[in-house]
């Protein structure tokens, strides 16, 4: 039950920005402040990969388009949902989602740009607003049943409250219109591949990644990417893009050829941390047998060997994929954690320092720096640590955790509380996060700090009298 009432809460102030209405206006603030009630409900009960090096370089890409966009009113933000569809989709307030399966199933930086051009181009071109304005058909009451219909459709209200993410079931809405229209697509196409050229990308990347997606359709009825749902028109579009550099050769035979190492690199990251275990484990089983020497290989292969427990062979593996990339403080984090997984804190400080001496700001690592230090007892050490991660990377909230952790155990309860009924607020598990902030206020004697609590407090009564009580709970760190 719980699940169905998050889903029409996120699925209302999704119809909200996409559905036709009669009774709201809304304004540039009114969409930032949807924006961030959206994000803080997907972050509460979905998976952003909140991973710095996945996430900077889907931001780069992201902001490398919009430098060539006209001003705009919103701060575009770019994420990785860890969910196995092939979609993507603009959210309120430039809040831009890519799932992980079809970034996967990318090959091409010059793909994921044409992906984020189209989604920001949606944006750009105020697409949501045109459909709330030019429209007076529908009421509270009808969005409510729109979002009951979608919800509890067609695979019945058990199914889909046990199988169906929130967001993803914006697909399901195709037959009742609640998707851009034809002309809105050919627009973003449009506007698009102006957008990709002028910042150097091959449009030719949106159109292969659109031949991608219309070939997920023919695996069978239960695996039509919910894009070719939500973003209607996939043949004409192929059409369309495919006339369109034709008639501009001599433009897209004039960009420059883009390396793929950044995108090769995070791709395989994103595969080894995230892809399905069995299959990706077969895959850079096979490329590590047949080129040893490819430390893409080796460093695929040894993150997905991490996540299987096989952690000494992973350390071997990631070892091999540093040799060819001396120094590299990404590969030596990873080493790192894989050593603190393996209970060995020691090595793991060692090396994980040597990240940080080479990348300073490196937030995952800060965070096993600050975990390794409390496994060895150094708490003022793993305070500070963890303290500069909270600073510098208010997203990376697990540091939250260990930070009151760290707090606690050098007899500061009253920040300890504090940090945790923050961490716990985030992931939307409000009953111990009232308990924590409650006991923050009371040991606390900063007035600011006092100050800080109470509006907490009063957000979460505010979201728990919204939701009715707890969100589903994920995994702790």
């Not at 039950?1 to 909200?16: E, Y």
């Not at 949902?81 to 090959?107: C, H, M, R, T, V």
């Not at 501009?248 to 791709?267: E, G, I, Q």
């Not at 060692?350 to 995952?364: N, R």
């Amino acid at each position: 039950m719980k699940t169905i009432i998050l889903g029409c809460w996120i699925f209302l102030c999704t119809v909200w920005m996409i559905f036709p209405k009669t009774v709201w206006g809304i304004s540039i603030e009114e969409e930032e402040k949807l924006s961030r009630e959206f994000m803080a409900e997907i972050n509460a009960h979905y998976e952003i990969i909140n991973d710095s090096v996945i996430t900077g370089y889907v931001t780069r890409i992201g902001e490398k388009i919009l430098s060539v966009v006209p001003p705009q009113p919103f701060q575009y933000h770019f994420h990785v949902l860890k969910e196995d569809s092939f979609n993507a989709f603009a959210g309120p307030g430039g809040q831009i989602f890519i799932y992980s399966g079809l970034f996967e199933a990318l090959e091409s930086e010059d793909e994921l740009a044409g992906i984020f051009g189209h989604e920001i181009s949606h944006v750009v071109c105020r697409h949501i607003s045109q459909q709330i304005e030019q429209s007076k058909k529908s009421n509270i009451g009808t969005l409510a049943g729109v979002a009951a219909g979608v919800l509890l459709g067609a695979t019945g209200a058990g199914a889909v409250a046990g199988t169906a993410t929130a967001v993803g079931t914006l697909a399901a809405a195709s037959s009742i219109g609640l998707v851009y229209s034809r002309e809105h697509e050919m627009q973003a196409d449009q506007r698009g591949v102006d957008f990709l050229t002028q910042a150097g990308f091959n449009p030719n990347g949106l159109l292969t990644a659109l031949i991608k997606i219309r070939s997920r359709q023919w695996f069978g009825k239960d695996q039509v990417p919910t894009y070719m749902m939500t973003h209607p028109a996939v043949e004409d579009r192929i059409a369309y893009l495919s006339t369109w550099i034709e008639a501009n050769a001599s433009t897209v035979n004039s960009l420059p050829k883009r390396s793929n190492v950044s995108f090769d690199w995070v791709h395989t990251r994103l595969l080894g941390m995230f892809g399905p275990v069995d299959a990706i484990t077969r895959l850079y089983q096979s490329d590590v047998n047949q080129n040893p020497d490819n430390a893409l290989s080796q460093y695929g292969y040894g993150l997905v060997l991490v996540r299987s427990g096989n952690r000494k062979s992973a350390i071997d593996h990631l070892r091999l994929a540093l040799a060819k990339r001396a120094f590299d403080p990404v590969i030596l984090t990873d080493l790192g954690e894989t050593y603190f997984l393996d209970g060995r804190y020691d090595e793991s400080l060692k090396t994980i320092q040597g990240a940080l001496d080479i990348s300073p700001d490196l937030p995952e690592g800060l965070y096993y720096s600050g975990r390794s230090l409390i496994e060895l007892g150094k708490y003022q050490e793993a305070s500070r640590s963890l303290e500069y991660l909270v600073r510098t990377d208010p997203d990376f909230t697990d540091a939250l955790y260990y930070l009151g952790n760290a707090y606690e155990s050098q007899g500061n309860t009253a920040d300890a509380c504090y940090c945790l009924g923050k961490y716990y607020k985030f992931r939307g598990e409000y009953r111990n996060a009232v308990i924590q902030l409650q006991k923050a206020f009371e040991l606390t004697t900063d007035p600011d700090k006092k100050s800080e609590i109470e509006a907490l407090l009063k957000e979460i009564k505010k979201k728990q009298g919204v939701f009715g009580g707890e969100s589903e709970k994920k995994k702790h760190p």
